[in-house]
């Protein structure tokens, strides 16, 4: 089992398990329906009441199913707490879902036996909102995961005007118009500031548009029994659950950790010193640079630290099938990981070689850049049984392992999970978000703002320290997601001493 296991609060849902996770923990369990939604609608409220000022007007634009309610809850603790509501039912008041008709009762009676609380504005129709009322606030209750189509009618007017005025969006479960499973806008959707994410979180929040309209993701917990939330198989990566497994302590040099790094070519040294740097870094006990003879020279002046272990003749400046034994030999003189493929450059030769060390190479491999080229190049592909591997691939060389063009995040994500089930292989998929699948159809997905690694280099800086960590005994997924979050973690201090900085590869060494 090579899986890491994440705390249910990260367990990340499409519309259809979100939905048979409700109806399960209704029937099955026998916590009713309009229980869920109070605990959503008070979860929200309890965080929402910290962020706006006190006793401000909120606009609670309201649909007719589920998430409506959910939003008329916040409003009856808002308007108790002074808060003056004008509740906009975009659609009408009539065939309100049943829990929503309830709310909606609640509301306006809390109202009527309580004159000194906040105002209560009712409107019944889009038609009938005054398009210049003034308020601080927007509460998104729409559509949730109920959404099936482009979104239709008024709802379209609705999110027009509210991504028109400046004010902070407050979405319940996931802003209007976003797929909750492909995070792409349907049509239209709303731009929330921030949005409450109920029981588990919402995949539609972390692939596509989702990022860029669902604004910081607030997961509110319902009482969801843990079991039945096990159908996902999605989850946030997180240094919660990342970081509290148990690092394994090195007792000699070469228990500290070996890597070997097959890469380089001439030209492309930069990449394969990038990699061996970055695993040196972390600390492990050795890094072996298996190179072309050709490029030693670079190497012995630059990297004084890395073990170099030149491979074929004097004037071989990449790798060549006659290199295969050679190279075989050379890295099973100690126990160790493989990372290949930074630098390795496309020539035939190096092709031929990749693929032979490949299908013989019964140990643990990491393929990263031209490595995953020339793998690519191959009709058919297994890693041998006995091994484990790593692949990192950026979409266009996913595109290449796949064989077709990629749509789009949501395919990309199917897409690893997929391939990594069937080749029984760990996959880094690297974008936005990375996403990482692992054998047992497992996926992690990244929250951070990934976008700032994409230079030349990063990739290489990644691989090292993917392999660092390998090398150290953590399992595949543990430690490609280690080295992930140590580049979060880099990035988010280097922006907080200067937020405009432009960062390099060398930064993150
Ligand atoms: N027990 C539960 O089911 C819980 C549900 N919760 C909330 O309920 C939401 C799901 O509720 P529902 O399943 O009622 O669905 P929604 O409230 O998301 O929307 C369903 C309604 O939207 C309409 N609709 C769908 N697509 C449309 C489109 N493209 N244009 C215009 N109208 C469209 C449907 O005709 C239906 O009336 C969740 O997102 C969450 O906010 C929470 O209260 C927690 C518990
Ligand atoms: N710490 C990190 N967290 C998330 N993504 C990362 C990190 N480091 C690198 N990446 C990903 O790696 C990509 C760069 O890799 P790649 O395209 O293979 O570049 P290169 O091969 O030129 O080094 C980035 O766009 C980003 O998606
Ligand atoms: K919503």
Request: hydrophobic share 40%; aromatic share 8%.
């Amino acid at each position: 089992m090579s899986s890491l296991i994440a705390p249910h609060s990260f367990y990340i849902s499409t519309s259809q398990e979100s939905q048979d996770i409700d109806a399960r923990t209704i029937q099955e369990f026998g916590i009713e329906s309009f229980t869920l939604m109070e605990v959503a609608g008070y979860s929200a409220f309890r965080d929402l009441i910290q962020r706006l000022q006190p006793k401000s007007h909120g606009l609670f634009f309201c649909g007719k199913g589920n998430n409506a309610g959910d939003a008329l809850v916040v409003a009856r603790y808002l308007l108790q707490h002074g808060f003056d509501i004008t509740a906009v039912f975009i659609s009408g008041t009539d065939d309100l879902s049943e829990d929503t008709r309830k709310n909606f009762q609640l509301l306006k009676r809390i109202k009527e036996a309580n004159s000194s609380i906040g105002s209560l504005t009712i409107i019944s129709s889009w038609n009938e909102f005054d398009l210049h009322t003034e308020a601080d606030f927007v509460i998104d209750g729409m559509l949730g995961t109920g959404l099936d189509s482009e979104v239709r009618g008024d709802y379209n007017k609705a999110i027009t005007w509210s991504n028109k005025e400046e004010l902070p969006v407050y979405a319940m479960d996931i802003p209007t118009g976003l797929h909750g499973d492909t995070g792409k806008v349907m049509g239209n959707a709303i731009s929330a500031d921030l949005t409450y994410s109920f029981g588990t979180l919402k995949q539609g929040l972390y692939l596509n548009d989702g990022p860029g309209k669902a604004g910081e993701v607030i997961y509110c917990e319902l009482p969801f029994p843990n079991h039945l939330k096990d159908i996902c198989s999605a989850y946030l990566l997180d240094d919660q659950y990342v970081l509290a497994e148990p690092d394994r302590s090195p007792r000699h040099k070469y228990e500290a950790g070996v890597l070997y790094v097959v890469a380089g070519s001439e030209g492309l040294t930069g990449a394969a010193m990038l990699a061996a740097q970055s695993a040196w870094a972390e600390g492990i006990g050795a890094v072996i640079l298996v190179c072309p003879h050709g490029n030693l020279p670079i190497y012995e002046k630059a990297l004084p630290q890395i073990i170099k272990k030149p491979i074929g003749e004097r004037d071989d400046y990449f790798f060549k099938e006659e290199h295969t034994e050679e190279v075989i030999a050379t890295i099973s003189e100690k126990k160790g990981k493989v990372l290949i493929g930074p630098g390795l450059g496309r020539n035939d030769s190096t092709i031929g070689f990749v693929q032979q060390l490949l299908e013989t190479n019964e140990g643990d491999m990491l393929l990263d850049a031209d490595g995953l080229w020339c793998l690519a190049q191959l009709k058919e592909w297994n890693k041998p049984k006995a091994s484990t591997w790593i692949l990192t691939p950026h979409p266009g060389e996913l595109s290449n392992l796949l064989g077709r063009s990629i749509e789009d995040d949501h395919d990309r994500l199917e897409s690893v999970k997929t391939l990594s089930t069937e080749k029984n292989v760990n996959i880094l998929s690297k974008g936005y978000p990375v996403i990482l699948g692992t054998p047992e159809a497992k996926a992690y997905l990244t929250s951070y703002d990934t976008r700032k690694f994409s230079r030349a280099g990063f990739g290489d800086v990644l691989a090292g320290k993917i392999g660092a960590f390998w090398s150290r005994d953590n399992s595949a997924a543990k430690s490609s997601a280690l080295a992930l979050l140590k580049g979060k973690h880099i990035l988010e201090n280097l922006l907080k001493a200067d937020s405009s900085r432009i960062v390099e590869p060398k930064d993150f060494i």
